[in-house]
Every structure is written in structure tokens, then in C-alpha cells.
């Protein structure tokens, strides 16, 4: 076996047709990189001339003068061939070496065990421990959830295979329920070209200073756009109600009601069902009053309550960042966004929805179990990667976490 380097070209046919195919393993995703000063390689390994493990390394000086190599989402490598994955380790330990590299990490897209949809160990189902084993015995160490830097936990809808009705009637009532409301009220979905991405930013700024976590400068979405979006791979969405339509659906429907109510007759056994459409009359009349009163707050008859991004890129596509107004949080327009995204799944071949980044051990209940809950109403699985690893190749990488730890101290 021949361990080289490789063109781009080369790399990216190799990973168009890799089973662990995944954006971050993407070219375009060194390109990204190299904007904040990383270094791009593409490594392989080939076997009479045939490339049968290829990696995307990434390299950054970090300390002592040193390099830090990283290679996202790999390596793409067949890992139930544990020979050779051992042969393209030591080659590419080697490589960083001779690169003044100190250390080398990555986060294989492989799953660890398979989980249900609540997160439980599926009794004979994957189970890549092996794995994880191998790459210790090679010197790796595996980092803990919460020093990772990609997402390990995440929830997924199977596509492959089944229609859209098949979908909604496996998805939890409120769920199928929402996502009719959200359509009967007239919510619209507006794709977001590229000089209206700080929309989108907007949004992610008020969900982020509202939940406590930090958002991305709007160059970073613009960079995204300008990698991905010329072939359909990246898309930005906001969701949109014209409230003097909301307003006029809701009087329509009030005015069905009344109707009801004057069809009824006298007698006593009606009194209930009048009751309840009187409760509704008056939680419509609140409705027009608010959105009323919105119009007239905003100055705008037309209001945004959310955004998402989504990365589509077969076999999956990823809900991978989103956002909503907080006062407008209420419309649930979440809900039509990923059903948008599920049926363009479906009619376009690919193989699963995947809703993203999940709490770790979500059977726990842990923080932003809501993440998952909201998440799991459409069904679908958990799904559990093995982690991020870390190669020490030099003495530089143990004095760094001496210093590290009495830091600490």
C-alpha cells in the first residue's frame, strides 16, 4: 500500500461515493477554513494504484510553534477493516509529524450503538465499540462530550423508501396537528438569497442572547452561501405571516361560529356545545386583537418569525442552525419549515431527515431536553457517534495540558 498525497479532485470523487460521506468532510468545508488561516491537505492511501482511504486534513499553528491537524468528520477509511485503517493511522501520524504537526484529531461520522427514538441501546443492533477500542489501543484519546467540537448526539428521520403520508401518520398527533394549523393560517416560507443572509443573523442573534449561546458572524453564513449555494447544497430560509390575511382568515372563521352557535336551537342539550363555541369565539377576538396590535407596533403588515439553514447534501439533509422571535414563537413556524424540508427529502431521493444536534444521554433528561423533544415529535431515532479523538504526536501535546491544568489550578 502507497500512502500520497492527492488532488482535490481525486478527494472529492472519493467522497462523493464514501458511505460516511458527510459537509464537514466536504472540500468546501477546508476552504472555510482556510479563510481563518488553516492549512488544506487531502491524504490517501491506495492499493495497486486504487485510492481505498482518503482523509481532508486540516492544519493551524497553535502553540510552541507548533501545528494542530484536524480532520473533520474522518477519516474515509472502511472501519470494519481494521488493518488498514491501522496502516492509513500510522501514514498519516507520520505526515503530521514531518509537518511540525504535535497532535492530530478527528471525529469519524460512524455510529457508536444504534438507539431507538428514545435513546435507548437497540438490542442487537450496530455497535461499533470495537472501534472505539482500536483507535485507543492506537494512542487515540477520546475526548468527553463537552469538549467536542462537532456534534455526536443527534435525532434522524428514515426517508428511504416511504411516502408523505407514511410520514405524517408515524409523527406524534400534536405534531401532525401543528403543522396543519401552521399551513391553515397561512404561513409563508421564503428562501433568502445571498445579500439578505443578516435576516437570518438577526434572528440567530435574538435566539442566541434569549438561550444563552453564541452566534456567528453573518460572514460566516455568507461564506457558507457562496461555497455551497451554487449547487442547491446550502439554503436559508425565514418563515413570514402577512397579518391582514391572518386577520381576515380568523374573521371568517369567527363569523363560521357564530353562525353555528345561531343554528343551534334553545334546548338544553346544546348548552355545552354553544359554551365551547363561544370559548372559541373570544380566543379568536383575542387573536385579531394581538395581531392588530402588531401591526401597528411593527408598522409592518407583514411579520418574520423565524429562520433556518439546512444543509443538503445526499444521502441527508441537516437542520443545522435555526432561530425564532421570541414573541412570535407562538405561530410555530418551525413546524412547516422542517415539513417543507422532509417532503423536498422525500421527492428528491434522499435517505434520512436529520434534525441535528440532540442533548447527550437524552433518557436522562438533561438541559434543552425540549431540543428533543420538539425534534422527536416528527419520529424517527437517536443516533450516537463515537466521538472526537486525539492523537498525541509529540511531547509538546502533554506539556500543553500540564500548563493547561495548573491554569487551572
Sequence with gaps: MEFV????KEYRDFWENHPQKTFLSAPEIGKLREKSGWTTYFVGLKDNKKLIASAMLLSHKRHFNKLEFYSPRGLLVDYKDLDTYKIFIEKIKEFVKEHNGYVFRMDPYIIYKQRDIDGNIVEDGIDNSNVVEFLKKEGFKQLPVEEREQVSWMFSLGLEGKNEQEILKEMKSNTRNTIRKTEKIGITIKELKY???DRF?????ETGER???SVRGVEYYQNMYKLFADKGEVKY???????????????EEKKEKEQKIESLSDAKYNEGQKKGLTNEINSIDKRIKEAEETIKEKQTDTITLSGSMFIIIKPEIIYLSSGNYSEFMKYNSQYLLQWMMIKYGIENGFKKHNFYGIPADIN??????????FKRGFNG???ELIGEFVL???WHYKLLKLIQKIKKH
Design 201 to 205: 443573523q438577526k434572528i440567530m442573534i
Design 237 to 251: 430560509f425565514v418563515t413570514e405571516l402577512n397579518l391582514k390575511d391572518y386577520i381576515k382568515k380568523l374573521q
Design 195 to 197: 445579500d439578505e443572509l
Design 211 to 213: 438561550k444563552n449561546f
Design 5 to 8: 498525497e492527492i488532488k482535490e
Design 381 to 383: 431515532y437517536v443516533e
Design 392 to 394: 498525541p504526536i509529540t
Design 364 to 373: 436522562t433528561h438533561p438541559k434543552d431536553y425540549g431540543i428533543y423533544e
